[in-house]
């Protein structure tokens, strides 16, 4: 009965809240589930009263009546079952409004802090748990409580019926919670090996090109293979056994009946109770029965719900709180890294560790080591992108961290070290994707960088299709499309992360010159590389090994001591 502890100790977040506050239209549904089966009740005694008379009276009509009245308790019965289900529909609707975003923004967070468990799932993970949660789930929740009622009644009527409704439907409850243990642990195995396999598949696709230059398919294609095929194989193990118990049960339910018959008709004989009542009895004990049928039917969906829930309250309960939302004005750039230590998502070992320094308005801070030191996860923290496990990045005093996303980004720019653009033209990749940049805005920018002539030689200018990733670029030229992009509306601060890597001798000339330009319009700019040249009109420079900061001073000082012999150095550091 896994399904049941997802109603117990909620932790409160925007989906136990949304849930919560679902609670009138369940309210209603429960009171439309009453109506139903009070006429269900009705049926049975109403039934024996005419029952009893067309017996006696010979009379037809009474049978007709008897007839129509039946079918029509029916329609009003399934009429009600319709409502109810309108309203648990719409409560999923509106379930869904309320948390999808919040999930959408909880996954996005996940894949950037490099969470595993961050996959496109997690929506999917919403539907299946809403579909089960206002089908099957609601169904069986609002009719359970009636068995006993209905069992009652049956005793009423006479003990034994109430005993042979009671042991049959205990019997059907043990069969279908044997069902659900033998099916759950095959079902986990054949999902889990499912999951791998897609990723897997994913990870193949995504790195096509070098698979098919080293002839890595046939090696990943038989680790592929080997979870699909565990998928498969325990897929059938689960489905084989839910068949043997399925068709147990419905044997176990068709002898449940003929036994109310069996028994009714003794008692019938003994002058225990009236002829009348065998109709009724029946009716009651296939209505008493039929909410555990309906769940023997459902482990799997309902076991699906409960895992699905789980994911979704684990990216809830890791998600990034929401941002501060009071707006800060736009900043003059002053830097101040307080303290900073800092370990991947999952990694043990700290990246960084106590990172100090700060730079001043206007100033140009070059960023040197060797590969693996930390540049770039340094790059991500002074964006906002990563959180430090300890100390703070401040920008004119606030963290940059929790600063809203969407005001932060106005202030300034980021060159990632694996630039890539998104599919669309180059002037909607420089203004960002956002509405209402003038064309002005997105020249201005490609010049500053200046890569307005090469984008003007492009067959449609600016208007180029990029292709997925930006594919239809070179490298270079898409780093160069990216330096425009982190230069729109003149940011106050810039991290640019190697941003040479793939540029030739012209555009390591314009990429030093951009650099220059947005200094002496007064932006901070930190620049990330291996190649000192670009550090020609750095103010400070920052070396960094294996994590810690080596070196941190004006660009002179510090060049004078990286010139220096390796023992002088050596000696310094001891000292
Ligand atoms: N998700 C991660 N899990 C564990 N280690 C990581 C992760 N990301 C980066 N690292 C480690 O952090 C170190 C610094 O990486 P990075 O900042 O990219 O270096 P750089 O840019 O200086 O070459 C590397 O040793 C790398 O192995
Ligand atoms: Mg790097």
């Known amino acids: 009965m896994k399904f049941l502890t997802f109603l117990a100790n909620q932790p409160n977040n925007v989906l136990t809240r949304a849930l919560g506050e679902g609670k009138r239209p369940f309210i209603v549904a429960a009171v439309f589930s009453f109506f139903t089966n009070v006429l269900y009740l009705a049926l049975p005694l109403y039934t024996f009263q005419v029952y009893g008379r067309v017996m006696i009276s010979q009379n037809q009509a009474t049978l007709w009546l008897l007839t129509l009245m039946t079918v029509f308790v029916f329609f009003v019965s399934s009429a009600i079952d319709d409502f109810r289900a309108r309203i648990l529909i719409n409560y999923g609707v509106a379930l869904d409004q309320r948390v999808s975003g919040r999930i959408f923004s909880g996954l996005f967070d996940a894949a950037v802090r490099g969470d595993p468990s961050a996959r496109s799932q997690a929506l999917r993970d919403l539907d299946t748990f809403r579909q089960t949660l206002t089908g099957v789930a609601a169904a069986a929740f609002f009719d359970l409580p009636w068995i006993p009622v209905f069992v009652v009644v049956l005793f009423l009527i006479n003990p034994l019926v109430g005993m042979v409704a009671l042991l049959g439907g205990f019997a059907l409850l043990a069969l279908a919670l044997m069902q659900e243990k033998a099916i759950r642990p095959a079902s986990r195995e054949a999902n889990d090996a499912a999951l791998k396999s897609y990723s897997f598949t994913e990870a193949a696709l995504r790195n096509?090109?070098?698979?098919?230059a080293m002839g890595m398919l046939p090696t990943l294609g038989a680790a592929w293979a080997r979870h699909r095929a565990v998928t498969i194989e325990r897929g059938a193990a689960a489905a084989e056994a839910s068949n043997l118990y399925t068709d147990l049960i419905k044997a176990t339910r068709m002898g449940v009946q003929v036994l109310v018959i069996a028994v009714g008709a003794y008692l019938i004989l003994k002058g225990k109770i009236h002829q009348g009542m065998l109709f009724a009895n029946m009716i009651l004990v296939s209505r008493a029965l039929q909410p555990i049928e309906r769940i023997v039917g459902a482990w799997e969906p309902l076991n699906n719900m409960a895992r699905a829930h789980g994911r979704i309250m684990n990216l809830l309960e890791n998600a990034e709180p929401p941002v501060?939302?009071?707006?800060l004005p736009r900043p003059t750039g002053k830097l101040a890294v307080e303290g900073v230590n800092f370990a991947p998502f999952g990694a043990q070992r700290l990246v960084l560790a106590n990172i100090n320094f700060r730079i001043e308005p206007g100033e140009m801070l070059g960023v040197i080591g060797p590969s693996g030191?930390?540049?770039s996860t340094l790059a991500r923290l002074l964006m906002g992108i990563w959180r430090p496990v300890n100390g703070a990045v401040r920008l004119d005093g606030a963290d940059v961290f929790t600063w809203d996303r969407a005001d932060f980004g106005r202030y300034v720019g980021y060159l990632p070290q694996d630039t890539e653009l998104f599919a669309g033209t180059v002037r909607a990749n420089i203004a960002r994707f956002r509405d209402g940049v003038a064309d002005a805005e997105v020249v201005q920018a490609a010049t500053l960088a200046g890569v307005h002539e090469l984008i003007l030689r492009m067959p449609k200018g600016y208007d180029t299709e990029v292709g997925e990733g930006g594919v239809v670029l070179s490298a270079g030229q898409r780093q160069r499309v990216g330096l425009a992009r982190?230069?729109?509306?003149?940011?106050?601060?810039?991290v640019l992360d190697e941003p040479n890597a793939s540029l030739d001798?012209?555009?390591?000339?314009?990429l030093m010159n951009a650099m220059e330009a947005m200094k002496a319009k007064g932006a901070t700019v930190?620049?990330?590389s291996?190649?000192?040249?670009i550090f020609r009109s750095a103010d400070k420079l920052l070396v960094l090994r294996e994590g810690r900061i080596d070196l941190f001073g004006p660009k002179d000082q510090v060049m004078a001591r990286l010139m220096k012999p390796t023992e002088v150095r050596a000696i310094e550091a001891g000292r």
Not at 486 to 494: R, T
């Open 324 to 327: 501060l939302a009071t707006t």
């Open 486 to 494: 982190s230069m729109l509306g003149d940011p106050a601060f810039i």
């Open 373 to 375: 030191a930390g540049k």
């Open 530 to 533: 291996h190649k000192p040249g």
């Open 505 to 510: 001798a012209e555009g390591e000339d314009a």
């Open 526 to 528: 930190v620049v990330i």
């Open 208 to 212: 096509g090109e070098v698979v098919r």
